[in-house]
């Protein structure tokens, strides 16, 4: 009897302790954020927008770019959101100009629409230039230096003129243009990046993608191009095409003599790295999805992608993982970045997406904020910017503009 009620009292014990143990070791999986209020300061229904800026004057300059005459850039007060300026200045009625099209540069808006090209003091609302590549076409990304010159590439149906000028001063040399090629079918500029040699002499490195039509059959040959322009001759010249299809049209990254870019083959993407010097790949990393953004935060790279690991945090000289965000179902059905819709602040990686806002601890790969917003109607995406010094941030939400305050999580 005894014996009996020894071993009865054991398996109670270890009942007992098998329950506590699973309890203290089972994951702790938020499936739901946390529903908040949105905290609105102020809102202004501007027409669906893009990526906020701010001025030396710390107000925001928006992007409005589906409004009833075209794209309307807008003004506001930081603190009540009051419109202070307008500007649709344009040689022709209706243009339409996205992000990607501009550059913000001391207190100057430099944007191109089709071979236009504008720049506008964001606090006078004075237009600074006009200018107009008649006769040709032309690619819809705009890059900047470091010397604050703004570039363009310009086409014909055989190659590429490459154009910059100063910011603030409508003066557009050529700076290169290829001899034509008609064995190509198909032509077109992904990117542009400005680095230098090991001399210290000024490289611009163009990304192409170029059909080749052998026999009646297209293909693809992406090349990587460094032309010189102190010199004024090719540094190198690579065809990539046993590695590569295509390269993204998303921006490359220039940082310790090495480019940084998207790259594609069949299904596969890739982060890819590629010595400036000799336009030898440094090295390749495949991607869980399509890469959309790449930022430098302490001497690591930060890389936004769509789909279920949407960031990582790579060595920026050999490509090891440092870390990665992996968020669980339903998380990432919410959270993806499909749009330029991000921002590097301190130690942080914020974003607005959909009805929810991220914050990503940058140290780690953390989540210290994941919430929704009460206010669900409109979708939060398409770039946000932060004051510091008034912890509030400015984002889009469908037709409206919005500053917010801080979430308390986003600590510094």
């Known amino acids: 009897m005894k014996q009996a009620i020894y071993i009865g009292c054991m398996l109670l014990i270890m009942l007992v302790f098998t329950a506590c143990e699973k309890k203290v070791l089972r994951p702790t999986v938020v499936t739901q954020p946390k529903i908040v209020d949105t905290n609105i300061i102020w809102k202004q229904n501007q027409g669906y927008g893009m990526e906020p800026r701010l001025n030396s004057m710390m107000n925001v300059v928006a992007n409005g770019v589906f409004g009833e005459n075209g794209s309307t850039f807008f003004v506001y007060n930081k603190e009540n959101g009051e419109k202070l300026l307008t500007w649709q200045d344009y040689l022709t009625p209706g243009e339409i100009i996205p992000t990607r099209s501009t550059q913000f540069i001391n207190d100057h808006l430099v944007a191109i629409s089709g071979t236009r090209s504008y720049c506008f003091n964001s606090l006078t609302g004075a237009t600074v230039w006009r200018h107009n590549f008649q006769g040709k076409s032309a690619d819809p990304h705009l890059f900047m230096d470091d010397s604050n010159y703004v570039y363009r590439a310009i086409s014909d149906k055989y190659r590429y003129y490459y154009y910059r000028t100063p910011y603030d001063k409508c003066d557009w040399k050529l700076i290169w243009s ?31 993608y170029q059909l080749k039509n052998v026999n009646g059959s297209n293909y693809a040959e992406p090349r990587v191009v460094a032309y010189n322009m102190t010199q004024g001759g090719i540094e190198w010249d690579k065809n990539l095409s046993d590695k590569y ?3 993204s049209p998303i921006s490359p990254l220039i940082y310790n003599g090495l480019y940084y870019s998207f790259a594609a083959y069949g299904p596969t993407w ?12 440094a090295f390749d990393i495949g991607l869980p999805d399509f890469g959309t953004k790449m930022m430098v935060y302490n ?5 936004t992608c769509n789909g279920r690991s949407p960031v990582l945090c790579y060595n920026m000289s050999n490509g090891s993982l440092i870390w990665s965000l992996d ?17 590097l602040f301190k130690n942080y990686l914020l974003s607005t997406q959909n009805d929810y806002f991220l914050g990503v601890n940058l140290m780690n790969g953390k989540v210290v904020c994941y919430k929704k917003y009460l206010d669900d109607k409109y979708q939060h995406d398409m ?3 932060v004051n510091e010094e008034r912890r509030v941030y400015y984002t889009m939400n469908g037709n409206y503009f919005m500053a917010h305050k801080l979430p308390v999580e986003i600590r510094y």
């Open 178 to 208: 290829e001899p034509k090629n008609f064995s190509y079918s198909y032509i077109t500029n992904s990117h542009l990046a400005i680095s230098y040699n090991a001399s210290g002499e000024k490289l611009l490195i163009s990304s192409m």
């Open 383 to 385: 770039g946000m910017t």
């Open 327 to 343: 968020l669980p179902y339903p998380k990432y059905e919410q959270i993806n970045f499909n749009f330029d819709n991000t921002c």
């Open 299 to 303: 001497g690591k790279l930060i890389v």
């Open 270 to 281: 890739y982060l890819v790295a590629i010595h400036v010097t000799t336009g030898q790949v």
């Open 245 to 247: 299809v295509e390269f």
